[in-house]
Nanobody
Framework: VQLVESGGGLVQAGGSLRLSCAAS????????MGWYRQAPGKRRELVAS????????NYADSVKGRFTISRDNAKNTMYLQMNSLKPEDTAVYYC??????????????WGQGTQVTVSS
């Protein structure tokens, strides 16, 4: 299975970015998808998550009302729309996917990370 992240970059405070995470390979179904971030000197933290059917969505308090997570099941792709960005949102953003393979085993994968930098 391969996860490909895209969409990071440099933006001014108040701006927007959209991250994408596309999964491909031995995928029977996706159980969970989540975005995490890690700033320098800090622990990796959950930003937002969405279950396989999209029935359960969670956000970190720090991004509620500004970020929106979504997914396209047909493309096995997850998105994170980030609006009203703040300098404290600066971090490397990672996607995490938990899926079931055709062998009916569950697997957990991480993307390579994409840098988001918000200037003040």
């Amino acid at each position: 299975v391969q996860l490909v992240e895209s969409g990071g970059g440099l933006v001014q405070a108040g701006g927007s970015l959209r991250l994408s995470c596309a999964a491909s390979g031995n995928i029977l179904s996706i159980i969970y998808m989540g975005w995490y971030r890690q700033a320098p000197g800090k622990r990796r933290e959950l930003v937002a998550s969405i279950t396989g059917g999209g029935g359960s969505i969670n956000y970190a308090d720090s991004v509620k009302g500004r970020f929106t997570i979504s997914r396209d099941n047909a493309k096995n792709t997850m998105y994170l729309q980030m609006n009203s960005l703040k300098p404290e949102d600066t971090a490397v953003y990672y996607c995490n996917v938990r899926l079931r393979g055709w062998d009916l085993s569950n697997y957990d994968y991480w993307g390579q990370g994409t840098q988001v930098t918000v200037s003040s």
